[in-house]
């Protein structure tokens, strides 16, 4: 089936510091989404892209629909301890409802 | 509530043993989703239900993995002579049909199995 790779796998930053993450994968997807998941949580969507070339914001959140549909990159901008999660990108296709996930990005932000 | 409400939150069964996840979706959600998510790992599909269609089964593991729906409310998951390996936290999720939101899952803060 469809696999996504979502990189890097951890990442420990500084209060303030900007904070970026990718997804690839070897096949198209139609709409790209990125989640966070809170300890004990279900994930969150933060973001959906429905359209290849696509750049979208929500606050400090900037995601992007790869041009080629096979890959998408989250950037947190000025990141806070709230921000501190899992980040999961998924990827869905017309036709096939599920949500193909991503590995996870475990974020954690230093005060 | 206003949210997906799953339950229980928390269980630990012995390994053969039969269990059962109950997930409640948010009213007037047509598509309810399962999905497993082993320690650290990310989110693994499962089954998913749309309506009276047949559901999309395509994810289930084993013949040991089943899960019902009846119209569009509550599910349940079934997991028969339960493996260690099937140790996880089992989410569900539901969403709209309509328009381009459908994968904008709203999910419920999961089931945690324990087999020992």
């Known amino acids: 089936g469809q696999q996504l790779n979502q990189s890097p796998q951890s990442m420990f930053i500084q209060e303030g510091e900007d904070v970026s993450m990718n997804c690839t994968s070897s096949s198209i997807f139609n709409t790209w989404l990125w989640y966070k998941q809170d300890p004990g949580e279900g994930p969150v969507l933060l973001i959906a892209?429905?359209?290849?070339?696509e750049l979208t914001s929500n606050g400090r959140l900037t995601a992007q629909f790869g041009i080629t549909r096979k890959d998408s990159f989250l950037n947190i901008s000025a990141s806070i301890p709230s921000d501190v999660g899992i980040y999961f990108c998924a990827g869905q296709n017309t036709g096939r409802r599920a949500l193909t996930f991503g590995s996870g990005t475990r974020l954690q932000v230093q005060p | 509530g206003a949210g997906v409400s799953q339950s229980p939150s928390n269980k630990v069964t012995e390994k053969g043993k039969d269990v059962e996840l109950r997930c409640d979706p948010i009213s007037g959600h047509t598509a309810l989703y399962w999905y497993r998510q082993r320690l650290g790992q990310g989110l693994e599909f499962l089954i998913y239900f749309q309506g009276n269609s047949a559901p999309d089964k395509s994810g289930l593991p084993s013949d040991r993995f089943s899960a019902e729906r009846t119209g569009e409310s509550v599910s349940t998951l079934t997991i028969q002579r339960t493996q260690q390996e099937d140790s996880a936290v089992y989410l569900c999720?539901?969403?709209?049909?309509?328009?381009?939101?459908?994968?904008?899952?709203?999910f419920g803060e999961g089931s945690r199995l324990t087999v020992l």
């Open positions: 892209l429905y359209k290849a070339g």
């Open positions: 999720a539901s969403t709209t049909t309509t328009g381009a939101n459908t994968g904008e899952l709203f």
